[in-house]
């Protein structure tokens, strides 16, 4: 059974930054689960559907919302099984729980989410 766990999130001021990082357990593949399967950061802030951040899919280019462009991105490296997402200049509407998402064969794993909270 596939496992991801989130960390990194916190409280900072507004213009800060944070890098959040998923891991991932119980995969049967050597492979990082998170470059060779549609991977996705979310989040939901109180009273708000859980919405879409950022992705990175096998063999295309990664995106990230509009609202974060150029302040969120989304990466990869070659320590096993694990995503970040690295965010700079956050803005108090930032603040959310995030969660890491995982597609496997059509089968979305989740992580328990992280709480991210940027003061004004």
């Known amino acids: 059974q596939v496992q991801l766990v989130e960390s990194g999130g916190g409280s900072v001021q507004a213009g800060g930054s944070l890098r959040l990082s998923c891991g991932a357990s119980?995969?049967?593949?050597?492979?990082?689960?998170?470059?060779?399967?549609?991977a996705k950061w979310y989040r939901q802030a109180p009273g708000t559907a859980r919405a879409w951040v950022a992705l990175?899919?096998?063999?295309?280019?990664?995106n990230v919302r509009e609202s974060v462009r150029g302040r969120f991105t989304i990466s990869a490296d070659d320590t096993p099984n694990m995503m970040y997402l690295q965010m700079n200049n956050l803005k108090p509407e930032a603040t959310a729980v995030y969660f890491c998402?995982?597609?496997?064969?059509?089968?979305?794993?989740w992580g328990p989410g992280t709480q991210v909270t940027v003061s004004s």
């Open positions: 998402n995982v597609e496997i064969q059509l089968t979305p794993y």
């Open positions: 990175m899919t096998p063999h295309g280019p990664s």
């Open positions: 119980g995969t049967a593949s050597n492979s990082n689960v998170f470059t060779v399967n549609t």
